[in-house]
C-alpha cells in the first residue's frame, strides 16, 4: 500500500473576493442571517456574505474556526440553538447527511429552540431526499419554513461566486434568501415546494460527474500503460466534441498528479452512495454507478479521501 501524503490544509483568505461580485449590484437583505458549519464551503460563502454586507451570525463545530469570521465582523455563538435563537434565517453547511441531521435533532440543535416562528431554516449540506424531509418535517413542526438549497460546484467555484443554487420548499423563504443567493451563485433554480426535489437534481448531477471522472481515469490509465503523452491525450481531447471544460481541467490535474481538493473524494463516494440507495429504493438499475461507486470507495481505502475526486486516477493506475 503506498504512502499517501495528506493534502495541504487551506485556511480560508479573508481578503479575496470573487471577481465577479462587483457586477452584481447586491443589496444586502436587513434580516440576520446564522450560518452553521464552516469548512471550506461554508467559510467562502459567509466570507463573501459579510463583504456584500450581511449581518452573520455563525457556529462551527470545531471552535477555533469562528475567529477570522469575529474580526470580520460576525458574531459567534456556542451551539447551533443559540444562532437560531440570534438569526432569522438559518443556512446550514456540513459534510454529510448525518452532521446536518444531528444539527437539527441533536443536543443543543435547533428544534431545542421548540418554537420556531418567524425562524427560516435552510439545508445546504448536500443530502439525500429523505433526510431533507426529516429536517423539513422537523422544522415545520416547530412552526419553523424550510427550504433544501443545495450547491452544486467546486471550492473553486464557491471562491469565484460560481455555485449553482438547486432550491426547493418554501417559496416565500427562496426569495428572502435572495441576496445571498446572488452573492455566492451565478445560477439560482426554484424547482417547486415538493421537498426531496432539488436534493434529487444535485445527486443526479452529481452521478454524471462521478461516472464521467472514473472513465477518465480508466482511459488516461491506459494510455499510460502504453507511454502514451498524457498531456498529448487531453490537448487532442481538447479538439474533440467530447471535451468539457471540466473534464479537461480534472485529465490535467490527472496528467499532473495535482490533487489538490475542489471536490473531495470522500464526498464524491458519499454522493454516489446516497445515489445509489435512491436508486435502491425505486429498483432502479444503475450498474455502471454502481461500480463507479467501488472505485471511489477502494480509492478511498487507499488513504485519497482528502484529496481531489480526480485522485481516483491513482486507483486506476495500479
Ligand atoms: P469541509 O471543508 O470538509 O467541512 C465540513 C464541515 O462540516 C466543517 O465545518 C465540519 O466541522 C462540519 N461537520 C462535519 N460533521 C459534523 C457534525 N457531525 N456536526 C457538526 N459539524 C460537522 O466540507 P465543505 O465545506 O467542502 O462542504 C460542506 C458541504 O457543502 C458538503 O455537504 C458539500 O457537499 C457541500 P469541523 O470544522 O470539522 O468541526
Redesign the pocket.
Known amino acids: 500500500r503506498p504512502v499517501v501524503t495528506r493534502p495541504e490544509t487551506k485556511t480560508i483568505d479573508m481578503n479575496s473576493r470573487s471577481n465577479t461580485l462587483a457586477d452584481r449590484d447586491i443589496v444586502p437583505s436587513d434580516q440576520t442571517f446564522g450560518f452553521l ?6 467559510s467562502t460563502i459567509v466570507k463573501d456574505l459579510i463583504y456584500t454586507g450581511h449581518k452573520v451570525v455563525v457556529w ?3 471552535i477555533d ?1 469562528c475567529q477570522p469570521f469575529v474580526e470580520a465582523g460576525a458574531e459567534v455563538k456556542d451551539t447551533p440553538m443559540d444562532v437560531v435563537e440570534a438569526a432569522d434565517i438559518i443556512f446550514c ?4 447527511p ?2 446536518a441531521k ?2 437539527v435533532f441533536g443536543n443543543c440543535g435547533v428544534l431545542q429552540l421548540k418554537d420556531l416562528r418567524n425562524k427560516a431554516y435552510v439545508e ?3 443530502i439525500d431526499p429523505d433526510t431533507s424531509l426529516d429536517i423539513g418535517e422537523g422544522i415545520k413542526q416547530c412552526n419553523g419554513r424550510y427550504l433544501e438549497a443545495q ?1 452544486h460546484g467546486s ?1 473553486q467555484e464557491a471562491a469565484d461566486g460560481m455555485l449553482i443554487i438547486l432550491a426547493g420548499g418554501d417559496r416565500s423563504v427562496f426569495e428572502e434568501c435572495h441576496s445571498c443567493f446572488k452573492t455566492i451563485a451565478k445560477n439560482t433554480f426554484f424547482l417547486g415546494t415538493d421537498v426531496g426535489n432539488a436534493c434529487k437534481v444535485n445527486l443526479i448531477l452529481q452521478t454524471i460527474l462521478g461516472v464521467s471522472l472514473v472513465g477518465l481515469a480508466e482511459a488516461l490509465a491506459l494510455a499510460d500503460r502504453f507511454s502514451i503523452s498524457l498531456n498529448d491525450i487531453i490537448d487532442i481531447f481538447d479538439l474533440t466534441s467530447m471535451k468539457s471544460p471540466l473534464l479537461l481541467a480534472k485529465g490535467k490535474e490527472m496528467a499532473k498528479g495535482d490533487f489538490n481538493p475542489q471536490q ?1 473524494l470522500s ?1 464524491m463516494q458519499r454522493d454516489l452512495r446516497l445515489v445509489l440507495n435512491m436508486a435502491e429504493n425505486l429498483d432502479q438499475s444503475m450498474p455502471v454507478t454502481s461500480i463507479t461507486n467501488e472505485v471511489f470507495k477502494h480509492t478511498k481505502r487507499l488513504g485519497y479521501s482528502e484529496h481531489d475526486s480526480s485522485a481516483v486516477f491513482v486507483r486506476s493506475r495500479f
Open positions: 458549519g464552516l469548512g471550506m464551503m461554508g462551527n463545530r470545531t474556526k453547511c456540513v459534510s454529510d448525518k452532521g444531528d444539527l445546504m449540506s448536500t450547491i471550492r473531495p464526498h
